[in-house]
Nanobody, 125 residues
Framework: QVQLVESGGGLVQPGGSLRLSCAVS????????MGWYRQAPGKERELAARITTGGSANYTESVKGRFTISRDNAKNTVNLQMNSLKPEDTAVYYCNAHITRWTGVPGYYYNDEYWGQGTQVTVSS
């Protein structure tokens, strides 16, 4: 079993900041890329930010310069610092992780993608 548990969402005024955190637990051999996706009402889920095991990050254009993604490989966590928030950032934010797990057969592993349950971020005055 693998679990991704998010925290840190809430209501904030425009221009404010929030920090989202996601902790990964369970039977894991290695966590590969991690990221944060978001889904606004009536829209499709989109990538907000992504970070590799080595720390290389990429962002969707609309959040560049405002959001910062980071990870702690020792603690199996990924964070998203969101500054200068705008009403259009309102969405449910989902943690995502690509994880390598052991099959149970010596020397054999498999890769799979996992999601958190989502945390609501609302930017409104």
């Amino acid at each position: 079993q693998v679990q991704l548990v998010e925290s840190g969402g809430g209501l904030v005024q425009p221009g404010g900041s929030l920090r989202l955190s996601c902790a990964v637990s369970g039977s894991i051999f290695r966590i590969n890329a991690m990221g944060w996706y978001r889904q606004a009402p009536g829209k499709e889920r989109e990538l907000a930010a992504r970070i590799t095991t080595g720390g290389s990050a990429n962002y969707t254009e609309s959040v560049k310069g405002r959001f910062t993604i980071s990870r702690d490989n020792a603690k199996n966590t990924v964070n998203l610092q969101m500054n200068s928030l705008k009403p259009e950032d309102t969405a449910v934010y989902y943690c995502n992780a690509h994880i390598t797990r052991w099959t149970g057969v010596p020397g054999y592993y498999y890769n799979d993608e996992y999601w958190g349950q989502g945390t609501q971020v609302t930017v409104s005055s």
